[in-house]
């Protein structure tokens, strides 16, 4: 048996890792990872470790996706075969390389020619073991040679500049006479190769480890001499036996991975307006938004970029009331109200986990920790009890910990955030005006959002809502199974409760709950929540974490003659104050309170040789900190800066390098006071949880139109056949939902010009971007495959 944990890597920085699932040979993981990606790459992949407490960790395989092929695999469920884990695989980076073959003359007179390699830089070269050291061999190889020549060793870098040039004489002079059995005819440069191979310099007994190869035949310099190109580092074909990809197990994946090229603002203006004046479009359903929702094969697909660009305008409100009211006059019974998956129910879903999730972690968060930590069992299902358990001390503790959940739940509605009030208020008056002989339906059409989709899952999953770091134990698990249903039910204020329950155990648990001051709790709850100008929103009193984990920072120089040393330290960030302590839950070291963060930038990595460092300016001095990967320092960057947006005194200006000796590293200024050189990232809005690209959010409703352009044309037809005949529908048409046939043929009419003008920007931005050699190195396959499709393909336009 194994204690199996999985990372997922950039090219081979870490940037997740799962908990071990101890003792077990088919580990179930089941844990979700999202993040934005901020650098380019060229593998995703994934390893598979068997935890040792004595020794490292061993590698067990890997899976490795190129980027090429992640297209292939989205949002699908895989099985992926481990593959065998050798130091001569794991390569990542690229290398900038020159030959020039020239003649030159012997003092003999003799006409020779002579081959100069020119290593120019190498980019993105992997870190191992916490250090980079690289140095380049250059070999020239052919069948009777083979001359190898090496670089200097560049210290502490990924980016090493070699600029070194090499030469090799590559057509012998002729000093024998031709009977002479030691002649030798002249080399043929077609057979000759060059190759170079990237090493890291280790001080460690076991030799310098490989980096990559790169190998150049020589033919290509008769297409042009000089030659100059950027290449891909490639694995090492060692000719050893790896083993059979079967021999290591196989890993099971859903990766969705989507990339936007966005371009400015103004590129996207017609299709913006056309988007964010659907909530006036009569009817609604005659509007772009709604076409999107029409269109896409999930509804999810549509919803997520239509909130987050609503969100970002200020605009949503006004949408989902729209789209939500016309849902309540297509529902016949009250019973049923939002219950399917449609546009409304998914785009609320989506707004209140955007605009929700600090409500959700404030209120939910110190609960859940405790069930966790507590390991109290709470099975009352008879026939799943283990021996010694009591039915009776187990209801008990259940009981407590739905009374818990339930009362931090009914207590919060102070703190529901303004946007989700609002949109409970319209859908409550667009169900009370609909059916007004039903008087709860005012109470379930909201309590199907807040407790059916928003509290009940995240009590169910809470690693899905960050609730809580992994996946819980499965007693934890269990516990809160049965939390999550009592509480759903509670919430739903339906007639019979017993009959809720499929199981007879839940039923009769339920009877603790059957008093009247449950249903009045929640009633006042939903009441309090689905009143419009109901309160001054209040701002919560107590801080509420936003982010912590250990990282390295640098010594401020706050003591006169303290050592400026690199120290790991533990940092929590609250909306109140950023401060770091040895170790989680020790007092803190060091506190900055959030106005007193004047900017939040990255560190160029040449400050102190170090990657993924980024600085926290304060009034007098900064703070440099070191992330544990990029992703990782991103999100630090990013939500330290959202917090600290309203600051007063935010500078404009900053220092991309570090103060050393006497002055600032990128603008050479030697005051430690001086104006920064460069101008600060900014324009993220204020709000917490709404870090929002309008622009990004547009590029991608243009790609989920542009990608089902087959069915907006259909619909296009669809509109057409129900202007002038009134009969039976043809089937593929029946699946729209179309009110006024004009009206929504005029929407789809400026889509389609919308989606066409955008689709020439991109192939015009791809075919620049292809000219760019140093982005596309030699052994790029996106470039390769674009080349291919070219050449297949035939240009068309919309």
Known sequence: MRDCYCTVNLDQEEVFRTKVVEKSLCPFYGEDFYCEIPRSFRHLSFYIFDRDVFRRDSIIGKVAIQKEDLQKYHNRDTWFQLQHVDADSEVQGKVHLELRLSEVITDSGVVCHKLATRILECQGLPIVNGQCDPYATVTLAGPCRSEAKKTKVKKKTNNPQFDEVFYFEVTRPCSYSRKSHFDFEDEDVDKLEIRVDLWNA??????????????VPLKVLRQSSPHEAWYFLQPRDNGSKSLKPGDLGSLRLNVVYTEDHVFSSDYYSPLRDLLLKSADVEPVSASAAHILGEVCREKQEAAIPLVRLFLHYGRVVPFISAIASAEVRRTQDPNTIFRGNSLTSKCIDETMKLAGMQYLHVTLKPTIEEICQSHKSCEIDPVRLKDGESLESNMENLRQFVDRV???????GVSCPTVMCDIFFSLREAAAKRFQDDLDVRYTAVSSFIFLRFFAPAILSPNLFQLTPHHTDPQTSRTLTLVSKTIQTLGSLSKSKSASFKESYMAAFYEFFNEQKYADAVKNFLDLISSSGRRDPKSVQQPILLKEGFMIKRAQGRKRFGMKNFKKRWFRLTNHEFTYQKSKGDPPLYSIPIENILAVEPLEEESFKMKNMFQVIQPERALY??????VEAKAWIDILTKVSQCNQKRLAVYHPSAYLNGHWLCCRASSDTAAGCSPCTGGLPANIQLDIDGDRETERIYSLFSSYMSKLEKMQEACGSRSVYDG???????TFIIDDPQETYKTLKQVVAGVGALEQEHAQYKRDKFRRTKEHPIGDKSFQS????????????M
């Not at 039976?728 to 029946?734: K, R």
């Not at 674009?786 to 336009?797: C, D, G, L, N, V």
């Open 728 to 734: 039976p529908e043809q089937e593929e048409y029946s």
């Open 625 to 630: 900190i070191q992330a544990n990967n990029c």
């Open 786 to 797: 674009y080349i291919r499709q070219q050449s297949e393909t035939p240009a068309h336009s």
């Open 202 to 215: 280790s001080n460690l007994k076991f030799g310098d480890e490989f980096l990559g190869e790169l190998r």
């Open 406 to 412: 339930f009362s931090v739940i009914t207590k919060s």
